[in-house]
């Protein structure tokens, strides 16, 4: 029997055996178990825990050799992370997929069910932390020192179900097990103050913080491919500074001994769903500072002992990416640090502090950028709002800007151009976005600082989103290609030539019919709904908002019920339509969509008419673990939001690199996936982002394209008629009053091209061979969407950083 620990080195991996013993140490001595009462969540556990072994090694030997070597780091700053599930991702980056399995079926345990029974850690709303997630992947795989930094909350993203079609949500609980993956560090704590006052004192400012709640810090070790390289992933969690107020207890109030932990707990409770009418929170700015502040400690102290006592060589040694301005307060913040603490002059602190900070810009709905009331910032942090106003200050004296630019107005503290003017580099996440963000939103900053803005076009990490979600696309790639391309992702170009070989176009389609057999049978399982896997799979999955026109799709889906049933001799190509995901539950129209989606859905699929034609499904809870069955399976991915809206997409990418066509407007990265897969191979329809912003200045009037497209009005009358909800014919009139008057998002002027484009996509359906070879062309043109390509990017053009690989 062993006694020891296994160390297991990835340079001498394990042997079966040897895992074998591994896992049934852990699950005794770790996990408490004996074999023969062991659950699967035990086993799980115990795998888990001997996996987590062999990442250690490399872990500890590649923050020895950043230190030795000194390599600059890379601090990336996240209120998201949505990671998923690791386990799955861990064993094939250590290259123990076919080992692992073995032995876990070997003690007569399912390995999918095993590795499906891991929660999925949702700590993110959708593309924002799922891109920080991927990143993490890719510096590790590039080999970049990196930190991730964010927010060890106790409930991720709700869970969504839908009662009578309506969305309601629950409280996801990942953490109500233990968490197996993650060290806490009770000696890595840091005091994190807010409130109060500031007293002037001899010319320097004292901040007298009327409550402080301790930092904890959480670490994952993230392993790159292979395991040549690992960083960490901390993640702050809240704790009171005493836990227990013994004078309420002796009294006998029980429950106002406890109150200062459930305070101060409150701060990293809960991930804010992005919702814009969630604007001004108290609680979201204090979880912005809170995680924000224990970061920048964490460098700064990380800094002092291990490189120089002298802050102002901070910048050759540290780079600061902020995803989004959710951390935008590290610019004050930093400053604070280094005036108030080390001594250093303003201006000598403001340069100091932008030379380290970059900042990614996600968004350019106005309605989305942040933005906290004076007063609110004031009494949640005093100090900070001093210095706000002297950044702003500075900054008018730095540069001959225009009344226009201002952080300040209006008694608002705008985090957008504070976060500009905090950064040294500030970045859009596409070509078009980061060409609209220097002619919109950063006009005037972009102008004084022409030099400031980049772009860094998105990508997905090809481990999660080839390698180990569809391990049938996987093994032809190997086949053809050897596993190169899993870290070269342009190798994908090779089979460029083979789209035009019949025997691979079979095997490609052999590959996506597998999937979306297992989709199938996933939803018959989940949902005990039955889909036929030779129709076409035509997926549309994001959060729900009015700018990703899921209404587009669904009314369109309506329209073509109307056509079938109109001509139902014709020979329809059949299609089955599957949405997924979640709406912020205060955005009443997005749940209005959801319900008409499952109202016009349930209509759809109880007329017989519309069997092996037509199909709507939307299965409930779309998360990333959905992604991965959902993905490899889709025929067609639909990115169709109103041009000039949607930053990049990230999801566009996953669909078309696992064969997918795509049909969708020319915006966010869907321009550059059409330049990369050409025209021929992708279906793009509807206004340019010009065409929109000139149709718009033009006085936009829905009604009259409404006129003009008779497929379209009739389902607008059918939807106002109540066609769809016949128990309440009421429930859409503000819906449609919303599209006839306004429609925002022009989806009225948009469905036309639309459904001609559908039509098309229906056509070309029907050449199988040309349909796959377009198929194949997507996945051998999508290799430059790999983060590992946009990670490069940021190293070399933002972070100037050295990747090791
Ligand atoms: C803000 C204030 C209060 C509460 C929540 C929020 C909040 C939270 C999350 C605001 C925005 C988000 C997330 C935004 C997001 O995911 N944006 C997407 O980022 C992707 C990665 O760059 C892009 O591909 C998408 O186009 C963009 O929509």
Not at 171 to 190: K, N, S
Not at 255 to 281: C, H, N
Request: proline letters at 5%; one cysteine or more; charged letters at 25%.
């Amino acid at each position: 029997m062993l006694t020891e620990p296994l160390i297991l080195h990835p340079e001498s991996l394990p042997d079966a055996e040897a895992l074998r013993r591994a896992i049934e140490y852990h699950l005794r001595y770790t996990t408490g178990k004996n074999p023969k009462a062991a659950k699967l969540t035990d086993w799980r556990m115990a795998v888990t825990r001997a996996i987590r072994d062999l990442v250690i090694a490399p872990w500890f030997e590649t923050t020895e050799r950043v230190r030795a070597e000194r390599h600059k780091r890379v601090c990336y700053l996240s209120m998201e992370f949505l990671i998923g599930r690791l386990l799955e991702d861990a064993i094939a980056n250590l290259g123990l997929d076919e080992m692992v399995r073995k032995v876990v079926e070997d003690f007569d345990v399912d390995y999918t069910a095993l590795l499906t029974d891991e929660p999925d850690a949702a700590l993110g709303n959708g593309g924002l932390g799922r891109l920080a997630a991927c990143f993490l992947d890719s510096m590790s795989t590039v080999g970049l020192a990196a930190h991730g930094y964010g927010i060890r909350y106790n409930h991720g993203l709700f869970r969504q179900s839908f009662e009578n079609g309506w969305q309601t949500e629950d409280a996801e609980d990942w953490l109500r097990q233990v968490h197996p993956w993650e060290f806490e560090r009770p000696e890595t704590q840091y005091r994190i103050s807010f409130g109060g006052e500031v007293r002037q004192h001899d010319g320097h400012h004292q901040w007298r913080p009327d409550e402080t709640v301790l930092a904890v810090g959480y670490d994952t070790p993230v392993p790159g491919w292979r395991g040549r390289w690992a960083n960490t992933l901390r993640l702050w969690s809240a704790k009171a500074e005493r836990e227990f107020d013994l004078e309420p207890f002796n009294r006998g109030d029980y429950m106002a001994a406890a109150a200062p932990s459930v305070l101060a707990e409150t701060i990293s409770r809960v991930l804010y769903p992005d919702d814009t009418t969630e604007q001004g929170k108290a609680l979201r700015l204090k979880q912005e500072y809170f995680f924000t502040a224990a970061s920048l400690a964490d460098i700064l102290r990380r800094f002092l002992t291990h490189h120089d006592t002298d802050v102002t060589k901070l910048p050759q040694f540290i780079a600061i990416q902020l995803n989004d301005t959710h951390p935008a307060i590290a610019f004050p913040e930093l400053i604070r640090l280094l005036v108030d603490v080390h001594q250093q002059p303003f201006a000598e602190a403001f340069e100091t502090a932008r030379s380290c900070l970059h900042y990614t810009n996600h968004t350019l709905l106005p309605e989305a950028l942040e933005r906290w009331s004076v007063g609110l910032m004031g009494r949640v942090l005093p100090r900070h709002m001093e210095l706000i106003d002297q950044i702003d200050s500075h900054h008018a004296n730095l540069v001959k800007r225009s009344a226009g630019v201002k952080i300040v107005d209006h008694g608002e503290v705008h985090m957008g151009p504070l976060a500009f003017i905090g950064a040294r580099r500030v970045n859009g996440v596409s070509a078009l976005h980061t060409n609209l963000m220097k002619q919109t939103v950063f006009k005037e900053l972009n102008a004084l600082h022409p030099d400031r803005i980049v772009n860094q076009t998105n990508g997905v990490t090809p481990r999660r989103w080839i390698y180990n979600c569809n391990p049938a696309l996987r093994a032809l790639l190997n086949e053809h290609l050897g596993d190169d391309w899993v870290t070269d992702l342009d190798r994908l170009q090779d089979l460029a030539p083979l789209a035009d070989d019949a025997s691979f176009r079979q095997s490609f389609a052999a590959a996506k019919r597998a999937n979306k057999l297992y989709l199938a049978r996933h939803l018959e399982n989940t949902m005990g709904v039955a889909v036929d896997p030779d129709a076409m799979f035509d997926i549309q999955i994001k959060r729900i908002h009015e700018y990703k026109r899921q209404l587009l799709n669904i009314l369109h889906t309506a329209a073509q019920w109307n056509a079938i049933r109109k001509e139902p001799g014709k020979d329809w190509t059949p299609r089955v339509k599957i949405f997924g995901g979640k709406a912020a539950p205060g955005y009443a129209m997005a749940k209005q969509i959801i319900k008409l989606i499952n109202d016009i859905g349930a209509t759809i699929n109880a007329d017989p008419v519309m069997e092996g034609r037509l199909q709507v499904v939307y299965p409930p809870n779309y998360n990333v673990s959905m992604a991965e069955i959902l993905i490899p399976a889709a025929d067609l991915s639909e990115q169709i939001s109103t041009a000039g809206m949607e930053a990049s997409g990230t999801g566009n990418m996953k669909l078309s690199m696992n064969g997918a066509l795509t049909v969708g407007t020319l915006d966010g990265a869907n321009i550059e996936i059409a330049e990369a897969v050409g025209a021929d191979n992708i279906f793009i329809f509807g206004m340019t982002a010009d065409q929109v912003t000139a149709t718009r200045e033009a006085g936009y009037d829905p009604a009259a394209y409404i006129a003009a497209e008779p497929r379209l009005a009739e389902v607008l009358e059918q939807i106002a008629a109540g066609t769809f909800s016949p128990d309440d014919p009421h429930r859409y009139a503000g819906l449609v009053d919303m599209l006839r008057g306004s429609d925002w998002f022009m989806v009225a002027a948009d469905f036309s091209a639309y459904w001609d484009v559908q039509q098309r996509i229906d056509e070309s359906w029907r050449d199988r061979e040309a349909w796959m070879r377009s198929a194949v062309l997507n996945t051998a043109h999508m290799g430059w969407f790999s983060s590992d390509r946009t990670i490069r990017g940021y190293a070399r053009d933002i972070w100037e950083a050295q990747p090791k690989f």
